[in-house]
C-alpha cells in the first residue's frame, strides 16, 4: 500500500461483517486495482454495481490510494456527466466521503465491438497505473460486464485483445459476467466456447446475484455447523421442499425483454436451482471453492428428468396488453416445477420450485417440510406439520414452526415459532448487498459463491428439454389474475407432492414494538 497521505473511507474493515471472509485464508494483495464497469450507463450500473463499488469504499475494503474506476459505454459522457448520473443511488454517506468516492471514476466512450475506444481505455487504465507510482504489489484488472449477454464474445475478444494485464507485470485480470448464461443448453454451450478460448476459467466470474444473499450464504453453515440437523437432512423426515419466489408486479415495461425469456430462464433455472443446489448437497471435503462446487454438480447430475405432470405454468392476464409482447405469446410469467434426486439422501422427497409474477405477495423462501409425527396422541395432525422456513426476502429471517401447548388449563395445542429474526436480532449490523459481496469475491480471487461451466451445462441439462416444448407450444400457460397466487392447479399439484398447508398460522415478522 501506497504510504502517502490520504483521506480514510468512513468506517475500518473489522466494522464490516464482510471481514468475516479473513478465516477462509483468502490472499490479501496490494496494488493499484483498476475497476471497469462496462456498460456504465445502463439500469445494472447504477443501480447495483456502482452502489455495490461505494458500499465497499465506505466499508474500508476499496482503498481511495489503490482502486480506480472506470465506466465504459457507448454514450456521449463526460466523467462529471457519469458522476452525475449515478449520485442519487449513492446512499448513505455524507457529502465528503461521497465526493471522495466520485473522484475515483473516470469516463471512457466507445463501441463493444471495435478497437479504437478499448485502446481509449486501456490506456487511461495504463496512465493511472503509470501514475500511482507503485513500485510493489500487484496490477490488478476486474472487469464487470453490466451487459445483455449477446455483445459478451465481442467485448471479451476487445478485453483480450487491448486491455489484458500485461504478462511482464505480476497481477491478474478476471471478468464478471451477468446471467443469463444463454437460453438453453446448446446456446450456453456455445458462449462458455467462446469465452473459454479467450479467458482461463479462474479468470471468468459469473455471478448469480442470489449466491451473495446473506440467509443464501448461511446454508452451508447451518446444515454442517449444527448437529441439530444432520440427522434429520434426509428422506426418513422431510416430506418436501418448496423454493419459492413471488414478485407482486408484472413486467411493468419490460415486457418484450422478458418475453425472450420467461419466468423459469430468468429465475428457475438459476436463482433457484442454486439454492436448491445448497439445500441439496452433500458435506463438501473442505470449504475451498472448488470442494462446494464439485457437490452442487454431483446433486444436479442426480436430478430426474422433469415430469411434465409435475409441472405447471401460467400467464398473468394482462400480460399481452404490453405492445411489446406477441399476442400469441406462450411464455411463462408463472411456474411451478418438481425436482427429483435420484439418490440415496433424497430418493422420493419433491423438491418444488416456485416462481411467478403479479402475484399477491412478494417474498423469496425455503420451507423445509417435516414429516407428521407418529403415534399422534395430541390429535393435532390437522393443524399442520413441522416446517424449517429461511426467508431470503425481505424480512431476512429463519424460523420453525411448531406445535406447541397453548396456554390455559386445558391441554390444548397450537402452531407456533422459534424465530431468528434478522433484524431484530442483528440491529446495529449492516447485512451486506449480495453485489458488494460477490465483487468483492471476485477481488479475493473467491470462485465459491460463482457458476461453474460444467455446473452451468448440467443446469440446462435439466431444463433444455422443458424450455423447448413450451416454446413449441406443447405446454399451455395457464391464465391467472394478477394479485393471486397463480393457477391454482399449482396449488393443487403440491398438495399432490405431499404438501400440507398450515391453516389459521401466519408468520408475523417480530419487531422492538412488539417487546
Not at 1 to 20: A, I, K, Y
Not at 67 to 72: D, R, S, T, W
Not at 338 to 360: D, M, Q, S, T, Y
Amino acid at each position: 500500500m501506497s504510504g502517502r497521505s490520504t483521506v480514510s473511507s468512513p468506517l475500518s474493515e473489522h466494522d464490516s461483517p464482510l471481514s468475516d471472509f479473513k478465516h477462509l485464508g483468502l490472499s490479501s494483495e496490494s496494488g493499484c486495482l483498476s475497476i471497469v464497469v462496462l456498460g456504465a450507463s445502463g439500469d445494472l450500473a447504477k443501480k447495483k454495481t456502482f452502489p455495490a463499488l461505494f458500499n465497499l469504499f465506505q466499508q474500508g475494503f476499496l482503498h481511495s490510494e489503490e482502486v480506480h474506476i472506470f465506466g465504459y459505454a457507448r454514450s456521449n459522457l463526460s466523467d462529471d456527466g457519469l458522476r452525475e448520473r449515478i449520485r442519487g443511488y449513492l446512499k448513505g454517506a455524507s457529502d465528503e466521503h461521497l465526493s471522495q468516492f466520485l473522484q475515483l471514476i473516470k469516463y471512457v466512450s466507445g463501441s463493444y465491438d471495435s478497437g479504437e475506444g478499448f485502446e481509449l481505455l486501456n490506456k487511461a487504465i495504463s496512465e493511472y497505473e503509470t501514475s500511482n507510482n507503485n513500485q510493489s504489489g500487484s496490477f490488478r484488472r476486474l472487469f464487470y460486464l453490466a451487459l445483455p449477454p449477446s455483445v459478451y464474445p465481442s467485448v471479451c475478444k476487445m478485453i483480450r485483445s487491448y486491455c489484458m494485464n500485461p504478462s511482464s507485470r505480476t497481477g491478474w485480470t478476471r471478468v464478471i459476467v451477468e446471467k443469463p448464461f444463454g437460453k438453453d443448453l446448446d446456446s450456453a454451450e456455445e458462449l462458455s466456447a467462446q469465452l473459454g478460448e479467450l479467458f482461463e476459467e479462474d479468470q471468468l466470474y459469473r455471478i448469480d446475484h442470489y449466491l451473495g444473499k446473506e440467509l443464501v450464504q448461511n446454508l452451508l453453515v447451518l446444515r454442517f455447523a449444527n448437529r441439530l440437523f444432520l440427522p434429520l437432512w434426509n428422506r426418513d423426515n422431510i416430506a418436501n421442499v418448496q423454493i419459492v419466489f413471488r414478485e407482486d408486479f408484472g413486467t411493468e415495461g419490460r415486457g418484450g425483454y422478458f418475453d425472450q425469456y420467461g419466468i423459469i430462464r430468468d429465475i428457475i433455472q438459476n436463482h433457484l436451482l442454486q439454492v436448491f443446489c445448497l439445500v441439496a448437497m452433500e458435506k463438501p471435503v473442505s470449504l475451498k471453492p472448488e470442494h462446494i462446487r464439485d457437490e452442487k454438480v454431483k446433486v444436479l447430475q442426480s436430478v430426474d428428468p422433469i415430469k411434465y405432470d409435475e409441472v405447471v405454468i401460467g400467464q398473468y392476464d394482462g400480460y399481452k396488453d404490453d405492445p411489446t409482447v406477441p399476442g400469441d405469446s406462450n411464455t411463462p410469467t408463472f411456474a411451478s416445477v418438481v425436482l427429483r434426486i435420484h439418490n440415496e439422501r433424497w430418493e422420493g422427497v419433491p423438491f418444488i420450485l416456485k416462481a411467478g409474477k403479479a402475484l399477491g405477495t412478494r417474498k423469496a423462501e425455503i420451507r423445509v417440510q417435516f414429516k407428521d409425527a407418529p403415534g399422534d396422541i395430541f390429535r393435532c395432525k390437522k393443524q399442520g406439520r413441522n416446517e424449517f422456513v429461511i426467508r431470503l426476502q425481505p424480512s431476512e429471517a429463519m424460523y420453525m414452526k411448531l406445535t406447541v401447548k397453548k396456554p390455559g388449563l386445558d391441554m390444548a395445542t397450537e402452531q407456533s415459532e422459534l424465530d431468528l429474526s434478522y433484524g431484530l436480532r442483528y440491529q446495529n449490523v449492516k447485512i451486506p448487498e449480495a453485489y458488494e459481496r460477490l465483487i468483492l469475491d471476485t477481488i479475493r480471487g473467491d470462485q465459491q459463491h460463482f457458476v461453474r461451466r460444467d455446473e452451468l451445462k448440467a443446469a440446462w441439462e435439466i431444463f433444455t428439454p422443458l424450455l423447448h416444448d413450451i416454446d413449441c407450444g406443447k405446454l399451455k400457460s395457464i391464465p391467472y389474475k394478477p394479485g393471486t397466487r397463480g393457477p391454482a392447479e399449482a396449488d393443487e399439484m403440491s398438495k399432490r407432492m405431499g404438501y400440507v398447508q398450515t391453516h389459521g398460522y401466519v408468520w408475523i415478522p417480530p419487531t422492538l414494538a412488539r417487546f
